[in-house]
């Protein structure tokens, strides 16, 4: 059993930075491929980010490529989302989550543990 708390959400201008973070519980952290997922009010969730167990592998949505770094401390737990340049469009709830995959793949349906989401507001 995994659980996962997300943090660092909040409310940023265009073109700003934020970097989410989420922390995981149990000693088996390091054995998960993890990803980032988002979802906007009256759209469906959407593949962000995912990092290998071992960091290894990232990959990354068309959409924030170039502007979104994915990163873990197997160490601490944690894996992080540093998202710059950031745009009114990647407004959403954003969660993180874990899969026992390899290589991490983008489809929701495959991660076993959620997170319950933070908050990020992009303002035009």
């Known amino acids: 059993q995994v659980q996962l708390v997300e943090s660092g959400g909040g409310l940023v201008q265009a073109g700003g930075s934020l970097r989410l973070s989420c922390a995981a519980s149990g000693r088996t952290f390091s054995i998960y491929a993890m990803g980032w997922f988002r979802q906007a009010p009256g759209k469906e969730r959407e593949f962000v980010a995912a990092i290998s167990w071992n960091g290894g592998i990232t990959d990354y949505a068309d959409s924030v490529k170039g502007r979104f770094t994915i990163s873990r401390d197997n160490a601490k737990n944690t894996v992080y989302l540093q998202m710059n340049s950031l745009k009114p469009e990647d407004t959403a709830v954003y969660h993180c989550?874990?899969?026992?995959?390899?290589?991490?793949?983008?489809?929701?349906?495959?991660?076993?543990?959620w997170g319950q989401g933070t908050q990020v507001t992009v303002s035009s």
């Open positions: 989550a874990a899969s026992r995959m390899h290589p991490p793949t983008v489809v929701p349906g495959s991660y076993d543990y």
